[in-house]
């Protein structure tokens, strides 16, 4: 198993410019999040998913869309990306709202 | 704001010493408590975990202590290794969705 993988590990955006983060999970998991880590900050919930086909905003959803067209996959827009948006940010599951999450890699974005 | 506010920012423990970082919260709906370990360019992974009707949940070298009255957990590391240099986040929610999370404590273990 693999667990949970992110792609890319790395990007480097110029304001404005748009870009998807996909986010893989192969343990059947309902549940699904987007987080973003900044220093001082911890991690904060962007956007979840309870199931294939739902969404739902998280604590700093501005500025982003997701979509969980299938169930193992979850993917992370970025419309018109802005400098405030450089971040690292990672994805997690969960087999559902009482279980543990499992957190990918991440993938360090820059916005310049 | 935070609703998981975590203290201190960052710590240094010699090998063999304890290590305790305290978290506070103010939400009384929260009932799931973890704290997770992140090392350098790796995602979070779960430590530790105590719901409200225990006082105190011990798992090798790593204990939770709770205290729902004063709305506080701590984590405490003893026997502080080496390898446990990382980054801790302690982290709260209603049930296990939807975590907030503190602003993470980097602890250092000097050999």
């Known amino acids: 198993n693999a667990g949970v993988t992110q792609t890319p590990k790395f990007r480097v955006l110029k304001t404005g410019q748009s870009m998807t983060l996909l986010c893989a999970q192969d343990m059947n998991h309902e549940y699904m999040y987007w987080y973003r880590q900044d220093p001082g900050m911890g991690l904060r919930l962007i956007h979840y998913s309870v199931g294939e086909g739902t969404t739902a905003k998280g604590e700093v959803p501005d500025g982003y869309n997701v979509s969980r067209l299938k169930k193992q996959n979850f993917l992370l827009g970025l419309e018109s990306a802005a400098p405030s948006q450089t971040s690292v940010y990672f994805c997690?599951?969960?087999?559902?709202?009482?279980?543990?999450?499992?957190f990918g890699p991440g993938t360090r974005l820059t916005v310049l | 704001q935070q609703q998981v506010k975590q203290s201190p920012q960052s710590l240094i423990v010699q090998k063999g010493g304890i290590s305790i970082i305290n978290c506070a919260y103010e939400n009384t709906a929260f009932d799931y408590f973890p704290w997770y370990q992140q090392f350098p360019g790796k995602g979070p992974a779960l430590l530790i975990a105590?719901?409200?009707?225990?006082s105190e949940k011990k798992e090798g070298r790593f204990t939770i202590s709770f205290n729902k009255s004063a709305k506080q957990f701590s984590l405490h590391i003893m026997d502080s290794q080496p390898g446990d240099s990382a980054t801790y986040f302690c982290?709260?929610?209603?049930?296990?969705?939807?975590?907030?999370f503190g602003a993470g404590t980097t602890v250092t273990v000097r050999a």
């Open positions: 982290a709260a929610s209603w049930r296990s969705y939807k975590l907030s």
């Open positions: 997690a599951s969960s087999y559902d709202r009482d279980n543990e999450q499992f």
């Open positions: 105590i719901r409200p009707d225990v």
